[in-house]
């Protein structure tokens, strides 16, 4: 009894300890830090959205994206307020170099081409930021590779750029629009004229490119898996503006 009294007089002290750091880590992970980080940001002289609890500006960019997409385009190439209108607000409200919120960490948007290319050569101070777990269900490579992981996969890919490689594949991409334009052309009324909405025909055309020099095989022969990776893309991206505490798996 005795024994069994001191354990409990001394975990509940331990119980309280532990619940009071872990408190602690909550509120400073979640209010602290990002405060401490947005008034840095702020004294370096760069200026940007207030920090939100929790949500960051997760919420702020899916209402003005639903916005965006509410209305009818303009009839103009001025197609950034609706293709990213969070980035365009923020851009024009702040500045070229504004920061803004994923969860509870802060992202400094970079605009200047000398700037961006200097932090994209310099892969061991700059490293890509934590992503939307979301994303790496879609695809991963360079763009979210850091360091050695970073070195390699750059040094795959780099023979097949070269415009000598490139110029191989010219006669394949002349094959994928020859098709799409063969295509418009038996839709035209006898006038010579028709409406076409080439939206779809320029995403097969893609896709079509890609299994055509990837795959050796037409976007015809591998339809299927195509399809199968756009319908998991559209899942992702309705779920990927909501709520993301930054740190959270």
Sequence with gaps: MEASKATKEIGVPVTVLVLIWAAWKVVNWLWLR???????????G??????????????????????????????????????????NHIVNQYGKNPFRWIGASPRIIITDPVQLKDVMN??????????????????TGVASYNGNQWAKHRRIINPTFNVEKLKIMLPTFYESINDMVNKWEKMMFLDGSCEIDVWPFLQNVTCDFISRT?????????????????????????????LYISGYR
């Design 34 to 44: 990002p405060k401490m980080l947005e008034r840095l940001l702020r004294q370096q």
């Design 46 to 87: 760069l200026q940007g959205t207030s920090y939100t609890f929790l949500t960051g500006d997760s919420t702020k960019m899916f209402k003005m994206r639903k916005q965006a997409k509410s209305k009818p385009m303009t009839l103009s190439h001025d197609i950034i307020p609706r293709a990213s209108s969070f980035f």
């Design 122 to 139: 310099k892969i061991y101070d700059f490293t890509k930021p934590d992503q939307n777990p979301l994303v790496k269900l879609l695809a």
């Design 214 to 242: 990837a795959f050796g095989s037409s976007y015809e022969e591998r339809k299927r898996i195509f399809k199968l990776l756009k319908e998991q893309a559209d899942l992702i991206v309705k779920v990927f503006f909501k």
